[in-house]
């Protein structure tokens, strides 16, 4: 049972950046493939990013290409979504989460954190 806990949402001014972070606990994090979804009010939550657990693979939403890095420290049981030119559209609560494989699909993940707002003013 994997446990994972966000931090480092806020509030920034379009243009400018945030680092996100999920910490994991409870078990083998690095066995883990790592996904970032977003959820914004009144919206379905959608994919961001993912991370195989051994960084060899990477994928990106056409919407976030170019500015959001995902990463991940598996010495440190953190991955880390890196969002620079943050844009008003990026607001939304974003949620890590592990799975045995790196899916499209949050119904493939099976374990999740429990969200932090980002909040992106124009």
């Known amino acids: 049972q994997v446990q994972l806990v966000e931090s480092g949402g806020g509030w920034v001014q379009a243009g400018g950046s945030l680092r996100l972070s999920c910490a994991a606990s409870?078990?083998?994090?690095?066995?883990?493939?790592m996904g970032w979804f977003r959820q914004a009010p009144g919206k379905e939550r959608q994919f961001v990013a993912a991370?195989?657990?051994?960084?060899?693979?990477?994928y990106y939403a056409d919407s976030v290409k170019g500015r959001f890095t995902i990463s991940r420290d598996n010495a440190k049981n953190t991955g880390y979504l890196q969002m620079n030119s943050l844009k008003p559209e990026d607001t939304a609560v974003y949620y890590c989460?592990?799975?045995?494989?790196?899916?499209?699909?949050?119904?493939?993940?099976?374990?999740w954190g429990q969200g932090t707002q980002v909040t992106v003013s124009s």
């Open positions: 991370i195989r657990w051994s960084g060899s693979s990477i």
């Open positions: 989460a592990a799975s045995d494989g790196i899916y499209y699909s949050d119904s493939k993940y099976d374990y």
């Open positions: 409870g078990g083998t994090f690095s066995s883990y493939a």
